[in-house]
């Protein structure tokens, strides 16, 4: 609750000024001291507020409750942003663009269209079916009705999963030849017809409302890894499940098992001792787990872990504290984007054995990933390896993600990939896939 | 749909004025028309690339006489990168906010949703001049473009803006 008070003119509607201290006395209304009090119910046709910052010219207003508090007729202000930044916020402001999003639905075609409210009728009829259930299970004793949703979700959900399934494949049949203009403009419409049901799924609120600013945050990564139900009821579980259960996602889970896998073989072939590891966007750094519990000794080991969010680090911190310690661990926050303009960082930080990133070049653009596999590749010793993670444009999951959890990737080729280490002096290039075939794995070793 | 275009490169120094930045607009336009895109992406393209040269010039940090802004364009049979580099001061905080604004949006399938959101922020407070963040929403709902910066070895800061050339995923 604001309390800064501000010295005000209310203007009546004869032009009378009616000086005053003002404060918030609501989040949508102000409450005021009058030097000397008006009748009851007067109206003001305007208010100058003597804001520290700059006056403000308030619109119409009416004295309410006790004589004292003052409601708005033709705007609605948040009053505490109002007295305290001295910021005229009107929450109807946005109503004048509403003609641009209702726009929105021109061109959209009429496969796409016919497709939409098929596909939020049979989840209709889906999500009541369910509800039902539940409503009845909710009477029952808590561990009578748990035992009846888990049948519910064993008998059902295979069906379930089948329907979403064909639909994706729906979907991929009607996108498949968009452009990307297309995609973007049938991908909104999209969202804001289904947006009920993308909020029915914990994993799809997530990704769609992305509170952390970007995709693929730590909390992500975690729901992917865990591959459980989430949420009370069983459609909000299924809605949940199925897309962690989706190919990109195992993916996910692949790449945990395979960077270890990496590690090892670099570790075993290395004579470095520590041998130094880099994390670059390291998300919970799940796969440092199957690293120290993979019988390697940590004390050979010195990581470093980079991530541009607080969250991912404190996440990996607690992932360390579980696995055991290093001999050296270093957190890093800060963004590759900024933080590679030092020349001189390889001085500062030493130079790495292993450099891994698996996240991250999926949101890169071309310029930007090479300049930052180029930063990366000198902080690589001699001998070292650097590999990096990235989707292919073949993904399968990748309607499903941009249609429905608005997770957009900078997919790439294999060659396209490949090119982004051209150049790079005395490094072997290789690029790889991982079983599902969604990623790819670049690895740049450097010569001895 | 798939288009082949041409492969070109092409790569400028300018001096930091408004007058050499407007001058560039139609040979611009000229050579993504040559390359191979058509009418209104060729417009679109030199937009985006003016737009970029008058941010570098509004908030490049120009101390110098000798600074300049570099600007390279490339065209390729995927993408059409313009990348357009300006000496900044060296302030983390304003840096990260631009990383951050940029990652968010990028974060939506469709620039239009990034552009209504801003603008749905924006239009309901007063902003200040150039806090806003709504020009950089809207390049990449006009000109389609994906943009992405990073801070070079030498301190300068490189904004680029990719235009995917006809993403037909089949």
């Keep these: 609750m604001s309390t800064t008070e501000v010295h005000a003119e209310l203007f009546d509607e004869a032009g009378l000024a009616w000086p005053g201290q003002v404060c918030a006395a609501s989040a949508l209304s102000l409450r ?26 308030l619109t119409r207003c009416r004295l309410v409750g006790d004589g004292d508090q003052l409601v708005f007729l033709d705007d609605v202000y948040d009053c505490h942003t109002l007295m305290e930044q001295g910021r005229l916020k009107n929450l ?60 519910l979700l064993r008998r059902a959900g295979p069906e379930f ?23 973007e403009r049938h991908g909104y419409y999209f969202r804001q017809q289904l947006w009920p049901f993308i909020l029915g799924s914990a994993f799809m609120e997530r990704t769609n409302l992305k509170p952390r600013g970007y995709a693929g945050d730590a909390t992500m990564m975690q729901m992917i890894y865990d591959d459980r139900y989430e949420g009370a ?44 590891v880099l994390s670059v966007a390291c998300g919970p750094a799940r796969e440092l787990e199957d690293i120290f519990q993979g019988g390697v000794d940590p004390q050979r080991l010195e990581v470093t872990l980079l991530d541009q969010d607080d969250e991912a680090l404190a996440a990996a911190r607690s992932t360390i504290e579980r696995v055991g310690a290093p001999k050296k661990l270093t957190l890093v926050n800060d963004s590759v984007r900024t933080l590679l303009k030092e020349r001189a960082v ?73 090119a982004l280490a051209s150049g790079l002096p005395d490094a072997t290039v290789k690029v790889g896939f991982d079983d599902t075939g969604c990623q790819m794995f670049l690895t740049v070793e450097r010569g001895p | 749909m798939t288009r082949r275009l041409q492969h070109k490169r092409i790569e400028k120094r300018l001096p930091p004025d408004w007058e050499a930045a407007k001058r560039e607009w139609a040979p611009l336009k000229a050579f993504f028309a040559e390359c191979g895109l058509d009418a209104n992406e060729a417009y679109a393209m030199a937009m985006t690339a003016s737009e970029l040269l008058e941010n570098a010039i509004k908030y490049g940090t120009w101390t110098k006489d000798d600074e300049f802004i570099s600007l390279a364009i490339e065209v390729s049979s995927r993408a059409v990168v313009v990348e357009v580099e300006n000496p900044v001061v060296d302030d983390p905080a ?48 006009e000109a389609r473009c994906l943009l992405d910066f990073y801070v070079t070895g030498s301190g300068r800061l490189a904004m680029s803006a990719v235009y995917q050339v006809g993403v037909s995923l089949s």
């Design chain 1, 161 to 183: 999963f089948r329907f979403l399934d064909g639909n994706l494949d729906k979907l991929s049949e009607l996108v498949r030849e968009f452009t990307s203009e297309q995609h």
């Design chain 1, 346 to 418: 390889a001085d500062r930080w030493g130079r790495f054995d292993f450099i891994y990133s698996m996240g991250m070049f999926d949101y890169l653009t071309p310029p930007v990933a090479k300049a930052v596999l180029a930063r990366l590749y000198e902080l690589l010793a001699p001998g070292g390896a650097l590999v990096v993670g990235n989707y292919h444009v073949k993904n399968p999951s990748r309607f499903y993600m941009a249609y429905w959890l608005d997770w957009i990737l900078y997919y790439r080729t294999e060659d396209e990939l490949g």
């Design chain 1, 233 to 276: 009821w069983a459609f909000n579980k299924l809605m949940h499940r199925h897309p962690v259960q989706h190919p990109a996602a195992e993916a996910v889970r692949n790449r945990r098992v395979l960077i270890p896998r990496l590690l090892r073989q670099h570790l075993d072939q290395s004579q470095a001792n520590p041998f130094r």
């Design chain 1, 32 to 57: 005021v001291r009058f030097a000397q009090k008006p009748p009851a119910g007067s109206v003001f046709s305007r208010v100058v507020l003597h804001h520290p910052s700059r006056p403000l010219t």
């Design chain 2, 94 to 141: 304003a840096v990260r906010q631009l990383d951050d604004r940029i990652q968010w949006m990028r974060g939506f399938q469709s620039p239009f949703q990034a552009y209504v959101e801003r603008l749905k922020q924006v239009s309901s407070q007063s902003y200040q001049e150039g806090e806003s963040g709504l020009g950089l929403c809207r390049i990449a709902y």
């Design chain 1, 92 to 151: 109807l402001g946005f109503f004048n663009e509403l003609p641009l999003v209702l726009a929105q639905r021109n061109d959209i075609t009429e496969g796409f269209r016919g497709f939409v409210a098929d596909l939020i009728y049979d989840l209709t009829v889906y999500k009541k079916f369910f509800d039902e259930q539940d409503r009845a299970f909710s009477k029952e004793a808590p561990h009578v009705g748990a035992a009846a949703q888990e049948v």
